[in-house]
């Protein structure tokens, strides 16, 4: 599976952003496809997931109700909105995906990543 993440950009606090995670190859064996993030000098986070059949998600606590992740199986994509940025929402954003089910938050789960797509996010 190859993942291509993109839709980041400069906005300013209380814009929005979604982003974008294209996915091919083996999409077959896809069953989560999940969204981190890592700021400058912290470790990679967990954001959110989704089932990519069924469509069930869930989020860290820290961006519940602002964000949303969703995905399109015709197109192959898995998409993040994130809506009410913040300064401290500022990093790069990576797009993963694991061909077991079920919702995880640590990186060694997932099998595949994006090539992460930089948000940054102005007082």
């Known amino acids: 599976v190859q993942l291509q993440a993109s839709g980041g950009g400069l906005v300013q606090a209380g814009d929005y952003l979604r982003l974008s995670c294209a996915a091919s190859?083996?999409?077959?064996?896809?069953?989560?496809m999940a969204w981190f993030r890592q700021a400058p000098g912290k470790e990679r986070a967990f954001l959110a997931a989704v089932t990519w059949t069924g469509g069930r998600t869930y989020y860290t606590g820290s961006v519940k109700g602002r964000f949303t992740i969703s995905r399109d199986n015709a197109k192959n994509t898995g998409y993040l909105q994130m809506n009410s940025l913040k300064p401290e929402d500022t990093a790069f954003y990576y797009c993963?995906?694991?061909?077991?089910?079920?919702?995880?938050?640590?990186?060694?789960?997932?099998?595949?990543w994006g090539q992460g797509t930089q948000v940054t996010v102005s007082s």
């Open positions: 190859g083996r999409t077959f064996n896809i069953k989560t």
């Open positions: 993963a995906t694991r061909s077991g089910s079920g919702f995880y938050t640590f990186e060694s789960e997932y099998d595949y």
